[in-house]
C-alpha cells in the first residue's frame, strides 16, 4: 500500500490503530474493500441506551435493524452463524468490487442495505417488504424482497440469486474494532442508489417523516434494533434461488 492509498484510508474514517491490528492479507482486503466503496460520514453501532452496539450479541440468523447514511435508509445486520470468506462481486459494465466478508469476533456478521435495486421496495416501518431468511437444507442465507422475490446471498457479497434485481443488494461497510466488539458504518460496497430510492418513495417518505429534510437526515449515530421491532408489518414470500 502506497503513501497515497494509506492516507486515502485515514480520510475515509479509517483509524490508524485499525489498520494496524489488521494481518497483512487482511489489511489488503480492508484496502481493496475501501478502494471500491462509496463513503459517508462515520456512524458508531449503538444499542437503543445510545451505548456502543456490541458485535458478539448478535444471536445466529437474528436480525437487526439500523438507519445509515440517513434516518429513512435502514440496513439489516445479521449474524449468518459461519465465517465469510471475501468474494469478488461481479456487476453491470464490468464495475466489479471486492467484499471483505463477515465482521465480528468470528468473522460471521454482515449488513446489507434493505433497499432493493430492482423497484427500491424496502424494509420500510410500516411494511417490511424486504427481510432476512435463515438457511434452509442446501440454501445459504438470503434477503429476499417480497415485492418481486429478488433474492440475494448475503454469504457472498448479495449477489443475485433470483428474482428481476439487476446488480447485487449493495453492503455497508463496517469497521471494527475487535478489542471493543464495536462496529462503525463508513460507507457501501456496490451501488445502494439512494437517489432513486428517495424520488421513488417520496410521498410514502413524507408519510413517515413528514418532510424530505427529515427522512435525508444524515446519521451520526447508527441505533441498532430488532427487525421485529422496526417493522410493523413483516412479509414472508418464497425463496429463488
Known amino acids: 500500500m502506497d503513501r497515497r492509498n494509506f492516507l486515502d484510508l485515514l480520510a475515509k474514517g479509517a483509524s490508524l490503530g485499525l489498520l494496524l491490528k489488521l494481518s497483512p492479507l487482511g489489511m489488503l482486503e480492508f484496502v481493496r474493500a475501501q478502494s471500491s466503496a462509496t463513503s459517508f460520514p462515520k456512524a458508531l453501532l449503538v444499542d437503543k441506551a ?19 447514511p440517513f434516518a429513512a ?23 466489479n468490487y471486492r467484499w471483505p466478508g463477515g465482521v465480528g469476533p468470528r468473522k460471521s456478521v454482515v449488513a446489507y442495505t434493505s433497499i432493493c435495486p430492482h423497484a427500491y421496495s424496502y424494509a420500510a416501518p410500516n411494511l417490511g417488504a424486504m427481510g432476512y431468511y435463515k438457511p434452509e437444507g442446501n ?35 463496517l469497521e471494527y474494532d475487535a478489542a471493543k466488539d464495536e462496529a462503525y458504518a463508513v460507507g457501501f460496497l456496490g ?30 449515530k447508527a441505533t441498532v434494533i430488532p427487525y421485529a421491532e422496526h417493522t410493523k408489518v413483516p412479509t414472508t414470500c418464497p425463496v429463488l434461488g
Open 50 to 68: 445510545g451505548n456502543p452496539f456490541k458485535l458478539s450479541s448478535l444471536k445466529p440468523h437474528e436480525p437487526f435493524v439500523f438507519a445509515y
Open 73 to 95: 435508509t435502514p440496513n439489516i445486520l445479521v449474524n449468518v452463524d459461519a465465517e465469510l470468506a471475501p468474494v469478488d462481486v461481479k456487476m453491470p459494465g464490468g464495475k
Open 139 to 173: 440454501r445459504g442465507p438470503r434477503m429476499v424482497c417480497c415485492s418481486h422475490l429478488s433474492a440475494f446471498d448475503v454469504a457472498r457479497g448479495g449477489e443475485v440469486k433470483g428474482g428481476p434485481a439487476p446488480h447485487a443488494l449493495a453492503a455497508v461497510a
Open 191 to 220: 451501488n445502494p442508489q439512494f437517489d432513486e430510492f428517495f424520488r421513488a418513495q417520496n410521498q410514502a417518505l413524507r408519510d413517515l417523516f413528514r418532510t424530505t429534510a427529515r427522512a435525508r437526515e444524515e446519521v451520526a
